[in-house]
């Protein structure tokens, strides 16, 4: 397996890591993440941008991004991509996830589970959903979904 871990870029210009005080994992209190969200409400700041960051033995660090909302406020555009006029999220979320792979004998064998880690930019009237699988930290996918309802 893979480290995998969450890095949030906030309003005021910092940067929140996943596993890095005060957002480390502490047995009995609430997760990194439930954390983070304690601080944005109490300082009343917001996330910009969220990406995965993945490690593995002998290898380079792997990066993987959301659409980022850092636009200059003046101009409205994105500080990196001058050309994008970009669109803000109402919401940032991360979250784990494991899917059975199945087995191809008579039995149909459950396999395993496959853990992934995904972050999700919520807009009006879609979600945009990023998986990074959590075995080689090879792989991510992007999927797109229409919101039913609006996001809260």
């Given at each position: 397996m893979?480290?995998a871990?969450w890095l949030?870029s906030?309003?005021d ?13 502490i047995?009995?209190?609430?997760s990194?993440?439930l954390r983070?969200q ?6 009343g ?16 660090i792997?990066t993987?991004?959301?659409p ?6 003046l ?9 994008i ?5 109402l919401?940032?979320n991360?979250?784990r996830v494991a899917e059975?792979s199945w087995?191809?004998?008579r039995a149909?064998?459950?396999?395993g589970r496959?853990p ?5 930019a919520?807009?009006e009237t879609?979600?945009?959903y990023?998986f990074?699988?959590?075995i080689?930290g090879a ?9 039913t309802?609006?996001?809260?």
């Open positions: 893979v480290k871990k949030a906030l309003s210009g910092a940067m929140a890591i996943e596993g890095t005080p005060p957002f480390d994992v047995p009995g209190e609430l990194p993440w983070l304690e601080h944005l409400t109490a300082s700041l917001h996330i910009t941008g969220l990406r995965i960051q993945v490690e593995k033995p002998g290898e380079s792997k993987y991004n959301l980022s909302y850092r636009a200059d406020t101009s409205g555009k994105h500080e990196r991509w001058q050309f006029q970009p669109m803000q999220p919401s940032y991360y979250g059975a087995g191809g004998g149909g064998a459950i396999r496959v992934h880690i995904f972050i999700c919520e807009y879609f979600t945009v990023l990074v699988d959590q080689e792989e991510s996918w992007v999927v797109v979904r229409e919101n309802t609006r996001p809260s």
